[in-house]
């Protein structure tokens, strides 16, 4: 007989830390990564010695990155691994951590993400193509722009209003890449970039790091962590595309498959969602999965968007870290930082971007392939 | 008439020609569990995992639906200057392709009939036209 994740021993997001997301620099990753990784550690207050196992997410470093930046912290001899799983890899990485300590192999656990962004290098199939050389993911998310648009009837402006709130957020987060707000006449009259999507409705190409140290109820009482401020993890799925009818998008399908298996897990439903953390790549993704995470009907997020339900401060607030279009998206690390600025939420810690009385949040990656993950933290 | 060949005869192949040009009839597959697929390949069936006899060469026409259209404005790969329009298209057998929609087509949307033809798109080195596949609206 099988178990989920919540039916094992309890684990909690006992410290969290970031380098800032931004734009390529000279800086190298292990300097990204040892920073956030201390800061993890002081936020949770403990030594490096005490974190058991190390998982480290990236997709860009190429192989075995983890060791030459980890040793600085003392080699204390603990098990690492590399996970690479596009961009769901530090999202994978933190479901790993937190089986890791949830099945009692360890009582403390770090999930690292650390991205440079190096050329992405994929592996030929041995199957031909047509043109999809052509069709960078700007372009697979413009075609899904134009089918959202027709068949809700929504304008550029409406799925536009997305990178208006995700800029107004990341403005108030020191971590994100881009900290500025942007007017929808900003936003809609930037550069073209494919079909109707402009470049500020895409995220930014950058680097940067994330870090969440977990931690099991025994870990906590034996180093002292503050039980006050650990979030649980009630929640955590992934899974991978399946055939689906023709002419259903498979991001949006995958992501209710997923988003329902870890609702059922927290035993939740979605209108008890204070925050979710999605990945918002491109503009028309926040409203395809907000509907397919069933925070509202298909076809109803504009409504819901343009009514500022999905504002810090409305009835669920979507990516108050900025999301990926502000906050940005280094690959590895994206997904650790999710969960990062959920813990901060429920925490209470978040400051100006405080969503208030935050119990309850969902953070949601989906990664080329395509893969999904889901998990569900709960104050 | 100009000697030609085609850009990826693996994925298709010329058809009978009407006053519009050449129709073209893409290389599918079809799995024993009557799924319909798009490029023949023989590693397995994504819908049942059956592989080997199971899997069969079947001919698509180049006739579908239009779901999605986008222009695309920047692209870094200079082999393929922007802008150029990618479609998104249900073929009547089933399967979904993406490809490019023919420079001279008039611009299309969502669940408009189109079809693809031949274009030429560039010269080989021994002096052939290049035909590729291209969409249009179907006339
Ligand atoms: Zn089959």
Known sequence: MTRSLNELRPVYAVGIGWHRYQNPSETPYVELGLTAIRAALADARIEWPAVESSYVATALLGMASGRPMLRHLGATGAPLMHVENASASGSTAFRHACIEVASGISDVALAVGVDKRNPVRRSDTGIGHLAEDAIVPFTHFALLTNEYSVRHNASAEDIARVAVKNHRNGAKNPNAQRQQERTLDEVLGGKRVSGSLTALQCTPIGEGAAAVIVASEDGIRRLGIDAGRAIRTTASVGRSERVYPPGAGFDAALTKETADLALAQAKLAPKDLDIIELHDAFTVEELLYIESIGLCPEGRGVRMLKEGALDIGGQCAINPSGGLIAMGHPIGPTGIGQIGEIVMQLRGEAGPRQHGGARTGLAHMVGVGAVCYVHILQK | ?139
């Open chain 2, 1 to 139: 008439m100009q000697p030609s060949k085609l850009l990826k005869p693996g994925l298709y192949s010329e058809g009978s020609s009407d006053r519009e040009g050449a129709t073209v009839r893409l290389k599918g597959g079809r799995c024993r569990c009557g799924y319909v697929f798009f490029p023949m390949q023989t590693y397995g069936c994504e819908r049942c995992g059956s592989h080997g006899d199971a899997l069969t060469s079947c001919e698509l026409p180049a006739n579908g639906t239009l779901l999605a259209e986008a222009t695309v404005h920047l692209h870094a790969d200079k082999n393929r200057p922007a802008p150029f329009t990618i479609v998104k298209v249900a073929l009547d057998d089933g399967p979904v392709i993406r490809t490019l929609l023919a420079d001279d087509s008039a611009p299309v949307a969502p669940g408009q009939r189109v079809t693809g033809r031949l274009a030429a798109v560039g010269q080989s080195e021994s002096g052939e036209t290049v035909l590729d596949l291209r969409f249009s609206i179907a006339s």
